[in-house]
């Protein structure tokens, strides 16, 4: 931290845990102020919002969660998340954000898709694999995380399929 920087220190997360523990090159990349919204993340990030990873935390019927993964610039469609895992979901819903604190140990709008639980399936669209970087929360609202998209998706054990929609502008 730089001297007269006021900032609080980045919390040491689950996210953070997993990546300094397999190897892989990453960049964390520090916000001046705690971001909860893609959009938000994006500006203080300094990127555009296709390089964003936003990391959505579904439930079924049966309380199985799973994680869909799409670009800031797009919208999850959870039926193709469920048509993904070949139908061993129930219909999605999006969990709540007392949901998302409990499973994924991270507040609603900083949820990453590495270091979750074991039985929390990671699905990510397919077009994360084409971007030359992304950036993902680091489970911590005052920090984000660069890394290639090849090293997150082998790092989430994520299956790709065609889980996303271009969000439409008001």
């Given amino acids: ?93 999006f969990a709540s954000s007392d949901e998302v604190k409990a499973v994924t140990g991270c507040v609603q709008g900083a949820v990453a898709p590495i270091g979750l639980p074991a039985d929390v399936p990671v699905v990510c669209d397919s077009s994360i694999a084409r971007c030359r970087r992304v950036t993902i929360s680091s489970g911590d609202p005052m920090a984000g995380i660069e890394l290639d998209p090849i090293d997150l998706i082998r790092l989430s054990g994520a299956q790709l399929a065609a889980i996303a929609r271009k969000a439409t502008r008001d």
């Fill in 1 to 93: 931290m730089a001297a007269g920087d006021d900032r609080r220190p980045i919390r040491r997360t689950r996210v953070l845990e997993a990546l300094e523990g397999s190897g892989v090159s990453f960049r964390l990349l520090t916000h001046s102020e705690p971001v909860y919204t893609v959009a938000a993340a994006a500006r203080q990030r300094g990127v555009a919002l296709e390089d964003m990873v936003k990391s959505i935390l579904l439930r079924d019927r049966d309380g199985r969660y799973v994680l869909g993964c799409v670009t800031g610039d797009a919208q999850l469609e959870p039926q193709a998340v469920r048509a993904a895992l070949a139908g061993s979901c129930k219909r999605l819903y």
